[in-house]
């Protein structure tokens, strides 16, 4: 092998051909830009480099500022366990630049693998805080199994759980690490390019926590390394996310996702996201990293278990870490999530257990090379700490810091009897590090705690804005800490407005945060929370819409509640922006409560009707439209704007919409139909004066349902069709069908139904699935009714809608089980889908369902029941208002008259004694339908009437009754009602 030039310095060796820093026989990995700087300095050995030298030396092939500079430098201190302060390699010279002190040797060296030597042992110092990675090796190998399954396209969701400081992190560092060795080695191909590494961490929030945030930061992270690709991706594939990142958009592209995006939902944002990554990773895989998913926001979880059904290909590995004693209540929502997940083999889990014996001698060898400890001390640190790595690093440290632990003679000892050592070792990892702030200086304390109020990750220009101190001597602590690992490592640098970046620490474990933040008196930490707040709006960089809930809880924590308010009100904005109801709920919530720590004025009105809109809102998509909390929140919004004046009154018209809309959407899923109908044309009213087209295209829905419910279909259907909403639409289709014209109706149903599948919103495709399933059963298509109603069940039991609507899903679906000859089955199902039905107190559709039980009774010969059914769903009907299936009713209860004395459904000989009723309720069925129009009903009726006088030699009258409204229809010929009909006709002719 040729000779290579190598620069040695103490026990590090600096190969300049293969650009490679080693200690000893091991490889130290470096960034390439960050040994180019290591490099730069060594050969300039004893002279003073300027920054602006280093800048244009290293970076000149771009534009690059000081931060990036400072951030390599903290590595390289790192990488040789150097000590800014202290230094024995790199001196600062502040604000000029750095000149390298340690002592280096030119040397000619043939083969590598021979360590330098130190004295007569060869024995290394270890980097202060280092922690060797030791006993998680089939863990490791499990992840790199499922990183090479993401890569064939198997989507992979991979659950790391374990008790606090287990090391769950560390384990998923050390898997990157390989990630990233192999890209520094080239060992993956073009092929099989090197992943794309995107990390979220769920922080335990003092309030209500962002919705999506883990997500958002991962995005956004990603936006920043990788640039340009993900971006025009995401614009493409995912605008819904991408206007919640507006740092990186122009106003203008944002407004047009605005606009373009307007009406979507809920299920569109978790769908868009997982479209996005999938498209992104056909090129290039991707590994998701999710911390602590124990305190995720709901939204993350609801996209975690959405994405992981997907049956799509995709190279996205997501792995998440969990705290198992956090997720052990029942009502957790990951353990419900994680619960399903695994019953459906949809998600691998990686459980780390506490640290056995030979694993901590193992990492004692490791950390302490060469050492002389007694035989037992393995045993008695697996005692001390139970195998927790966190406890097992912070004790030894500990041991260091104290001189029981020390080198003497070029060997590892230990300087005081484990006896000793025992009594004065704090019983409890809190205590330790307890005793480890205790020893920073007064300002390092500081800093900690007010970095542990900007959060787990933090800038060097929050903390100093808590601590009102200069930005630059706040930074120089924070990397002392942090070339220390001394609480804090560097983050990556956060880039603000014009391409600035800004450099950013976090601390690393939430243990230490946690701690930090509970040493501060209260009134330093209400200070510190303000000054924070007053940072983030006036100094940080990133657009408001990104913080307003983190500044919502900087002004709660710091007890300045009117801001505080304002900004919850933005913050609920924001996350009904993202479709995130449970966030809106506890925004709302909490917004609501600090009102009344301010005092009485307009604009204490005006924020709590906005908030109480919210409130409401969240609640009907929580807990269902029949939720009471949601119409006293309406009913209270709706009071307060009248209280207004008139001139804020005048202004705030859409507003006053918003609680109108939620009042009727209670009352219509209470069949209340006087208050909904009065409410309905109210927002009709309201509409016309308003210039948003969302509020005018939205206005018409709630009066078109209203009057349908009430069985005035024409009208109705006008309403309908001025609304351009997938319900609305398949709304009018139904309508449309009663009025006798049913081929044009499911014609336009179908087409709802393949714009649904083609947006894929779930919530689009289940009604248009009932609507088609409906529509399917009015024309005695038991098959197509069967395929369609089971598509929307499928639908609705993925994405757990509420009861309210699988009910009708399951009662059709049933009623083509049964007609399709699964008699006992279909009975069976309709029944138990009632049942359930009764105790949802909402009966919209009652009249429908109820009716189609009765027709099933009917064909069962069960006359009693079925005529109880009747009776009682008429009596409903009256009492409620909802008479859109009377006129099917009293048909029904005419033909439950007439079956004792029937035979195969048609009447015997024998004299009927309820022929006269019956009689009459097929004539009251025919004038109900007439008066609504509903010629598809009237059919129904007068075909039953004909049949009972043809019976009863009434064939002339019969058929002159039957021809009339048959002539009528100029479609739907080859439907079940119009075939009957035209049936009998050819019978009365004869």
């Not at 958009?249 to 944002?269: F, K, W």
């Not at 001394?486 to 474990?509: M, N, T, W």
């Not at 005092?599 to 005006?606: I, K, M, N, Y």
């Amino acid at each position: 092998m040729a000779s290579r030039k190598k620069i040695t310095f103490d026990v590090f060796t600096l190969d300049t051909k293969e650009e490679q820093l080693w200690k000893g026989t091991k490889k130290i990995h470096l960034r390439p830009k960050t040994y180019a700087l290591l490099q730069h300095l060594i050969v300039r050995s004893g002279h003073l480099v300027t920054k602006e030298e280093l800048l244009n030396a290293v970076w000149r092939e771009c534009n690059v500022g000081e931060e990036a500079l400072k951030h390599c430098m903290v590595e390289i201190r790192r990488a040789l366990g150097d000590n800014a302060e202290k230094p024995r390699f790199i001196e600062t010279a502040h604000r000029r630049g750095y000149r390298f002190i340690g002592k280096s040797t030119n040397s000619q060296r043939k083969d590598r693998g021979k360590s330098t030597k130190q004295g007569e042992t060869g024995i290394q110092d270890p980097p202060p805080g280092t922690s060797p990675f030791v006993g998680r090796e089939t863990e490791l190998a499990q992840l790199q199994q499922h990183l090479e399954d993401t890569i064939k396209g198997s989507r992979r969701v991979v659950f790391i759980s374990g008790e606090q400081g287990i090391g769950k992190t560390r384990l998923s560092d050390a898997f990157l690490d390989t990630v990233s060795s192999a890209k520094t080695t080239g060992r993956r191909s073009g092929k099989n390019p090197v992943p794309w590494i995107a990390r979220g961490q769920c922080v335990q929030s003092h309030g209500t926590a962002e919705a999506y945030m883990p997500l958002l930061e991962a995005l956004t992270g990603l936006c920043h390394t990788q640039g340009r690709q993900i971006i025009n991706s995401l614009c493409r594939y995912a605008p819904l996310w991408m206007s919640q990142m507006p740092s990186r958009l122009s106003t203008d592209q944002i407004l047009r996702i605005r606009i373009s995006t307007r009406n979507a939902t809920r299920e569109r944002m978790l769908r868009e996201l997982a479209e996005a990554l999938e498209e992104l990773t056909k090129d290039r895989p991707l590994i998701l990293i999710l911390e602590d998913l124990h305190w995720s926001d709901p939204s993350t979880l609801d996209w975690i278990f959405s994405w992981a059904q997907r049956r799509e290909s995709s190279r996205l590995l997501l792995l998440a870490t969990y705290r198992t004693a956090e997720v052990m209540t029942e009502d957790h929502p990951f353990k419900n999530i994680q619960r399903e997940l695994r019953s459906k083999q949809l998600c691998s889990e990686i459980e780390l257990t506490y640290l056995d014996e030979y694993e901590i001698g193992e990492y004692l060898k490791r950390r302490f090379p060469s050492h002389k400890f007694p035989a037992r001390m393995t045993h008695w640190v697996q005692q001390r700490t139970g195998g927790n790595a966190l406890f097992l690093v912070n004790l030894l440290d500990h041991l260091s810091e104290q001189g029981h632990i020390l080198k003497g003679d070029n060997r590892w000892i230990l300087n005081t009897p484990l006896e000793k050592i025992k009594q004065t070792i704090p019983p409890t990892i809190r205590q330790i590090v307890d005793r480890q702030i205790e020893r920073c200086n007064p300002q390092e304390q500081l800093l900690l705690q007010a970095a542990s109020v900007n959060g787990m990750e933090f800038s060097a220009g929050g903390a100093a804005a808590a601590l009102n101190e200069d930005e630059d001597e706040i930074e120089l602590l924070c990397r002392n800490l942090a070339a220390r690992s001394q609480f804090l490592q560097p983050a990556p640098d956060r880039i603000i407005s014009k391409g600035e970046k800004v450099a950013c620490y976090r601390f690393i474990h939430v243990l230490y945060r946690n701690l930090c933040y509970q040493l501060i008196p209260s009134e330093r930490r209400i200070r510190f929370h303000r000054r924070i707040a007053a940072f983030l709006e006036q100094e940080d960089g990133r657009q408001p819409q990104e913080l307003y809930a983190q500044l919502a809880m900087h002004y709660d924590r710091g007890r300045d509640y009117r801001c505080a308010v304002r900004h919850y009100r933005k913050a609920v904005d924001n996350a009904g922006a993202r479709y995130a109801e449970h966030e809106s709920l506890e925004l709302a919530t909490r917004g609501i409560q600090l009102l009344e720590m301010l005092p009485a004025s307009p604009e204490r009105t005006e924020l709590e009707i906005h908030l109480q809109n919210a409130l409401g809102t969240a609640l009907i998509s929580t807990e269902g439209p029949g939720a009471e909390k949601a119409r006293q929140a309406f009913s209270r919004a709706r009071d307060l704007f009248s209280s207004l004046g008139p001139a804020l009154r005048s202004g705030k018209k859409d507003t006053l919409f918003n609680s109108l809309y939620g009042l009727w959407n209670y009352h219509w899923g209470h069949a209340n139909y006087s208050p909904a109908l009065r409410l309905a044309e109210q927002l009709v009213q309201l509409s016309k004066v308003s210039k948003d087209s969302l509020v005018q295209d939205r206005a018409h829905f709630p009066l078109g349902i209203t009057l349908m419910d009430h069985g005035e279909y024409a009208p109705a259907l006008e309403h309908l069709e001025q609304s351009s909403g997938v319900k609305s639409r398949c709304c009018a289709e139904i309508a449309r069908c009663h009025l006798g014209y049913v081929d044009s109706a499911l014609g336009n149903i179908e087409k709802t139904l393949a714009c649904a599948l083609e947006t894929r919103d779930t919530e689009y495709c289940i009604f248009a699935y009932l609507g088609a399933a409906r529509l399917h059963m009015t024309r005695g298509e038991f098959r197509e009714a069967l395929e369609r109603s089971q598509s929307a069940i499928d639908i609705a039991l993925s994405r757990k809608i509420a009861e309210q609507w699988l009910t009708p899903m399951r009662v059709i679906n049933g009623w083509a089980t049964y007609k399709l000859g699964r008699k006992k089955k279909g009975q069976r199902q309709i029944h138990q889908a009632l049942t359930i039905y009764k105790d949802i107190e909402i009966s919209n559709l009652g009249p429908m369902l109820y009716a189609i039980y009765a027709e099933i009774l009917l064909d069962g010969n069960r006359v009693e029941e079925g005529l109880a059914v009747i009776d009682g769903t008429l009596e409903t009907s009256h009492r409620t208002g909802i008479h859109h299936y009377d006129a099917e009713l009293y048909r029904l209860k005419g033909e439950l008259l007439l079956q004792p004395f029937s035979i195969d459904n048609r009447p015997s000989d024998r004299k009927n004694p309820h022929a006269g009723k019956a009689e009459d309720c097929f004539k009251q069925a025919e004038a109900i339908a007439q008066k609504q129009r509903a010629k598809s009903l009237e059919l129904r009726a007068v075909t039953s009437l004909s049949r009972l006088w043809q019976h009863q030699n009434r064939r002339v009258e019969a058929k002159m009754r039957l021809e009339k409204i048959y002539n009528w229809f100029t479609e739907g010929h080859n439907t079940a009602d119009l075939k009957r009909a035209r049936k009998l006709l050819e019978e009365l002719n004869k």
